[in-house]
């Protein structure tokens, strides 16, 4: 993987923890060899996460995450450690700084027993060590440095580049649902709510998969679609299309060819697929005011004819028979308290990480609330849902 060839959400998530001035802020700078955090000893000099994309060797692509101190105080250090525990939601690889001259703390012993109850893997970082008469004995969490001489970062990277690697796993998007030399046309409605002048990151992601593998893609409209079909020899071995244009794209696809969209691709790509089929169910059986949360990853601005915040409603309010109360929520943003939610309506997660769509949908189910996204719920919506999934579940 390089830098140019791998977005955000796809990157290793590396979150550096600790109490305020344990040196978290330094040992990120050291790491990184750049100044992404600004270094006091001021205690809660990092007010908010400070996150960055980069290409860290010998890691390779990732994203570097600063935190506030896990021990602030009053009221507005209480919002700074929420701030801090959103971020264990999409963390890969966690690093406890610790200050060696003085040790572990409740509030560090608190923080490891969130990674172990998380599953999250983790290093501790011994900060100071060149202050230090008697530097602790190294272990498989355990690893002694000075961001202050830089003794011992090399040895962290090499040990947070072996976690990394522990963790990696070979998934596809789309590639082992098409041969390679295969057809596939993608489906890129461009109205008003479109962004001007390119296309969203999930048909970035898979035009260039697709590409990888080494087959031939066709974009164009939904309006255009039937034409290009007609224009092909053959049939293609995959029709790919945004969620909203699933009525149109499935009228005009014949029976025979395979149809889904970048949405389910997805959610089957970051999430629990089955989950978010079973909460399509839910949608039918709303009533007026029943309380729909309706959440995107994003920070978009949005246009006329949004899709989050105007089409589905609508598509809701018609589908239902009902008046649902609907809320919405973008980006970092996802309720802790679920409770007064019917059913949740996601969007595929092109912006979030592995980590976070998952803890959401864990979320939703510990909470016993329906999730569904938003390429499942259109299709449920228009009677084609068993057809958009086929390609996609075995």
């Known amino acids: 993987m390089s830098f140019n060839s791998t977005v955000s959400a796809l990157r290793p998530h590396i979150a550096f923890f600790g109490r305020r001035n344990a040196g978290k802020s330094s040992v990120v700078n050291t790491v990184t060899n750049q100044r992404i955090s600004v270094v006091s000893d001021t205690l809660g000099t990092t007010t908010d996460p400070v996150q960055k994309a980069m290409e860290l060797l010998p890691l390779g692509p990732v994203v570097i995450i ?7 105080e009053g009221a507005l250090g209480e919002l700074r450690v929420e701030r801090t525990r959103e971020v264990l939601r999409k963390t890969d690889i966690a690093v406890l700084v610790v200050d060696g001259t003085v040790g572990l703390s409740e509030a560090d012993e608190a923080l490891i027993g969130e990674f172990v109850s998380r599953g999250l893997p983790y290093l501790i970082a011994v900060n100071k060590i060149d202050l230090m008469e008697n530097p602790v004995k190294e272990d498989k969490h355990t690893a002694c440095i000075s961001a202050l001489t830089g003794e ?47 296309i969203i990151l999930p048909q970035q992601q898979t035009l260039r998969e697709l590409l990888d593998h080494h087959c031939s893609v066709i974009c164009c409209q939904d309006t255009e679609l039937k034409a290009t079909l007609g224009m092909l020899k053959n049939d293609p071995a995959l029709v790919i299309t945004d969620s909203q244009a699933f009525k149109r794209v499935a009228e005009n696809t014949p029976p025979g060819v395979p149809m889904t969209s970048f949405s389910i691709l997805f959610a089957r790509f970051k999430g629990n697929l089955d989950g978010l089929i079973r909460g399509a169910n839910a949608l039918k059986h709303l009533q007026d005011g029943d309380k729909v949360l309706i959440s995107e990853g994003c920070t978009h601005h949005r246009q006329c004819g949004d899709i ?39 969007c595929g ?37 068993n057809r958009a999934l086929k390609p996609v579940i075995s």
């Open 152 to 198: 011992g970062i090399g040895e962290l990277k090499e040990r947070l580049a072996t976690l990394i690697r522990s963790q990696e796993k070979e998934k596809f998007l789309v590639a082992d649902l098409v041969e390679e030399g295969d057809t596939v046309v993608l489906v890129i409605p461009i109205d008003e709510s479109a962004p001007k002048g390119r």
């Open 308 to 346: 989050g915040t105007v089409k589905l409603p609508g598509w809701i309010r018609n589908y239902a028979g009902s008046e649902p109360d609907f809320t919405f929520t973008s980006g970092g943003t996802f309720p802790d308290d679920l409770s007064a939610y019917k059913v949740i309506v996601h």
């Open 349 to 385: 997660g092109c912006m979030l990480n592995e980590k976070e769509m998952q803890h959401r949908q864990r979320a939703a189910l510990s909470a016993g609330i329906p999730m569904v996204n938003y390429g499942v719920a259109i299709a449920a919506m228009n009677g084609i849902l």
């Open 66 to 72: 600063d935190t506030p101190g896990f021990d602030d």
